[in-house]
């Protein structure tokens, strides 16, 4: 896999593929709409607030990596934006629809569970459970052109482990490894504390020993 996004451009890249699915009638996207889209309050994680400027940049970039187009439409001077990310004649990478509804949702919202990718991929695909979206993240990881998809280390506390896509590289694996590194230092941490409360006990005991021992040879009685 040759494709590696900035977080800008994997903000667009996922906008633009969301509007083509739930919004035929309006795609391509014009650079104000594009603007908007990655700017959603909702489907978005982390919620970005980039200007016009920051995305027409980032749409310059992906028009170099033949990841883009510009395209005006008959008697409009407003440029439109398409996405050549996948499932085109331009490039290599194919995806099946459920596919790239899970990558489109992971570009746009970060990690996630099977369970999370199969209710947020509603508009874009659909799925019969659970298990079927986890057949086709193990597809995603699996593929010989790829891996696309990594499966993140499991949460403390949670069921389900995460997954994350790798167009922007092993960023969300390392702080994943990270987290799990801390949680093990956590208990690790815990169990020394509770080695050193022991000890601590153990300690009040024996001094409390040598106390009533010494009241008892005491003459009289009370260590005096």
């Known amino acids: 896999m040759n494709i590696q996004l900035t977080v800008n451009e994997a903000r667009v890249i996922g906008a633009l593929i969301e ?31 980039l200007d016009e400027g920051q995305v027409k940049e980032t749409l310059d970039n992906l028009i170099k990596k033949r990841l883009v187009s510009e395209k005006t439409g008959f008697g409009s001077r407003v440029a439109k934006y398409q996405h050549r990310f996948c499932n085109t004649d331009f490039g290599d990478l194919k995806l099946s629809e459920q596919e790239l509804g899970i990558i489109c949702v992971l570009l746009l919202r970060g990690p996630q569970t099977p369970g999370e990718l199969r209710i947020r991929t509603e508009r874009l695909c659909g799925f019969n459970d659970v298990h079927e979206t986890e057949a086709v993240l193990n597809n995603l990881i699996d593929r010989e052109d790829g ?17 994350a896509h790798l167009f922007s590289g092993d960023v969300e694996v390392v702080q994943a490894v990270a987290s799990d590194d801390s949680e093990e230092i956590s208990r690790a941490d815990h169990g020394r504390m509770e080695e050193l409360e022991k000890t ?22 009370q260590g005096n």
């Open 147 to 163: 891996p696309f998809v990594v499966r993140l280390p499991r949460e403390a506390g949670k069921r389900e482990p995460r997954y």
């Open 19 to 49: 509007k083509e699915r739930t919004t035929p009638d309006q795609y391509p996207l014009s650079l104000h709409a594009l603007t908007a889209a990655c700017n959603q309050k909702s489907s978005r994680e982390p919620v970005m607030n």
């Open 200 to 221: 601590v006990e153990a300690l009040r005991e024996e001094i409390e020993a040598i106390k009533q021992r010494l009241d008892r040879m005491s003459p009289d009685g």
